[in-house]
């Protein structure tokens, strides 16, 4: 596999990760399954970019890619998740007494064409907000990274 495709990935794995983990610790109610509203989106959206801001100490134009890039991530996740429910691919594979690889190659086909197809604009997107960081910046972030058991900005 070449590695901007490895890379791409792995990036986009992650941030699918994290924002499901974001909604399942952000459920309230008996709504499971039946996803976000784009309101409740843009909500946390807007939380996220204010939290990280003032953690940054974001000046406009940072502040303006580091929102150019939640929407970056949003769009991407809408592409990897697809029109389906992820609970119930799963369990349409396993609906019968043998396992269905024919469609789970194709789920399978389908999440990296989405992730090969959103990723250099997600890379892209966050590679403008990282340039665009000062050094002391850019050393906040690295160091949040590398302590990444702790939650994300404060949280967790």
């Known amino acids: 596999?070449?590695?901007?495709?490895?890379?791409?990935?792995?990036?986009?794995?992650?941030?699918?990760?994290?924002?499901?983990?974001?909604?399942?610790?952000?459920?309230?109610?008996?709504?499971?399954?039946?996803?976000?509203?784009?309101?409740?989106?843009?909500?946390?959206?807007?939380?996220?970019?204010?939290?990280?801001?003032?953690?940054?100490?974001l000046n406009a134009e940072q502040k303006a890619k580091l929102g150019a890039l939640a929407d970056q991530m949003i769009a991407s996740r809408k592409a990897f998740r697809g029109n389906s429910d992820p609970r119930t691919d799963i369990q349409s594979l396993i609906a019968s007494d043998k396992f269905d690889r024919t469609k789970a190659q194709q789920l399978l086909d389908q999440k990296l064409q989405a992730a090969q197809g959103n990723g250099p604009q997600m890379l892209n997107a966050f590679g403008d907000f990282y340039d665009s960081l000062n050094p002391e910046q850019q050393k906040q972030v690295r160091e949040k990274l590398e302590r990444r058991g702790h939650g994300w900005w404060g949280r967790g």
């Open 1 to 57: 596999m070449k590695p901007w495709i490895k890379r791409t990935l792995i990036g986009l794995t992650g941030v699918t990760v994290l924002v499901a983990g974001l909604s399942a610790c952000g459920h309230r109610g008996g709504h499971h399954g039946q996803g976000w509203s784009e309101e409740r989106i843009t909500e946390v959206r807007g939380k996220a970019i204010e939290r990280i801001s003032g953690k940054l100490d």
